[in-house]
Every structure is written in C-alpha cells, then in structure tokens.
C-alpha cells in the first residue's frame, strides 16, 4: 500500500534528551514537510524539503533539526533546545512543492 | 496560521446543511485545500478547488471560492454525525498556511 507512515505513535522525552521522529513515504513524493500542532490551535510548519539533500526552515523551526538523505525519508530530531516540545506532530509530502499534501497518522510527544 | 482564519467552532443538527468559512491573504495560491481531522488522528484531504475556479462540487461537498474577496467556504450537505472533526483550510504555498481550524459538532 502506498502512504506515509510515522512512528512512533506515542514517543516520550526526558528533560535534555534528543529525540528523532521517523517519517517514510513510498509514494515517489520530491516534498516532505513537518507540522506541529498545539491542542486547539491549527498546523504550524517546522521545516520543508524540496527535494533530497536540501531543506529549508519553516515558521519555528527553533530547537527542531531535520535530514534529507534518502527520498522516501525525513526524520525530525526534536532537540533539548526546544524547551515546550509537547504536542502533536505531523509529517505530510507532495508530488512537488505547493502541489497536494499527504499526510501520516502523527506522533504525540510528551515530555517526562 | 495567521494568514489564514476561521471561525473556531460551528454546530448544526444531523440533517441540516453545514457551511465553514475562511479567509486567506495570498493570492498567488495555485490552489486552495480543505481538510479533516479526527482525535488523535492525521489531516485527511476532502477536496480542494484550483484558483481559477469558482465553484466545484463533490457529492455531499460543495466548495465555493471568491478570490475578489479572498473567501473560501465549505458546504456539507445532508451533515452526518460521522461530519464531526476539525476542519481545516489551507493555501497551497511551499510548506502551506494552514487556518486554526474550525470544530464541528453535529448534534443527532
């Protein structure tokens, strides 16, 4: 089946901790994108990728990383930087950038 | 987002017909999307109309776009209580702005 898959579902952080959040797609998509998303409140972008090997920064991109090494990959590293990490993260890609997002199932984050 | 609003919450009885509104501000979007979620769950696309267009329909979603205003609304007809979620509009810019979402709640 094609889609995006995210995982963990549920993922928990210690204070200082790194944590990565996996992200794959098998339907041949140039463009992945990470989202947070607070309790009540809409999606807010944390870093995009055009296309392998290249990402830009989003909106709050701050206390995040992210790696584009392979097409079907994009992994969030949520670092101890981010001092408010608990919410809802999702992962989307497009055929192309600006084209339809896709999006997987989320990981929620929380923070020990 | 703050390029993008809507109003936060909306509730209608089963039966009736749902209209959930949006603004946005760029108007060089290709196209303009709308969304669902469910708890705990990812965004589902519903539909999404091409700027040049003003109308488009599928089955029970009826997608209107006024691109003089800016506004974009989306009409449910025959609501379900399976219609309750979180709906989102969304610009299609490079990463997209997405609206904070309007919750719909169908009472039975």
């Known amino acids: 089946d094609g889609g995006i898959t995210q995982s963990p579902k549920y993922l928990f952080r210690k204070e200082g901790q790194n944590v990565t959040l996996s992200c794959e797609q098998n339907l041949n998509h140039d463009a992945m994108y990470w989202y947070r998303q607070d309790p009540g409140q809409g999606l807010r972008l944390i870093y995009y990728?055009?296309?392998?090997?290249?990402?830009q920064k989003g909106d709050i991109a701050e206390g995040y990383s992210v790696s584009r090494e392979k097409k079907e990959s994009f992994p969030l590293t949520v670092t101890s930087a981010q001092k408010n990490p608990t919410a809802f993260y999702l992962c989307a890609s497009s055929r192309a950038p600006g084209e339809t997002q896709y999006f997987g199932p989320g990981t929620r984050l929380l923070v020990l | 987002g703050e390029d993008v609003e809507q109003s936060l919450f909306l509730s209608v009885r089963e039966g009736d017909s749902s209209v959930i509104n949006c603004t946005y501000t760029?108007?060089?979007?290709?196209?303009l999307y709308w969304y669902k979620q469910e708890p705990g769950a990812g965004l589902q696309l519903l539909t999404y109309?091409?700027?040049?267009?003003d109308m488009k329909q599928d089955q029970r979603l009826t997608v209107l776009l006024n691109k003089k205003d800016k506004h974009l609304s989306l009409r449910i007809a025959d609501t379900q209580t399976g219609d309750s979620a979180i709906y989102f509009c969304?610009?299609?810019?490079?990463?997209?702005?997405f609206g904070d979402g309007t919750t719909l709640t169908v009472k039975p």
């Open positions: 109309i091409f700027s040049n267009m």
């Open positions: 990728s055009q296309i392998v090997n290249d990402f």
């Open positions: 969304a610009e299609s810019l490079p990463g997209s702005t």
């Open positions: 760029d108007s060089s979007s290709t196209y």
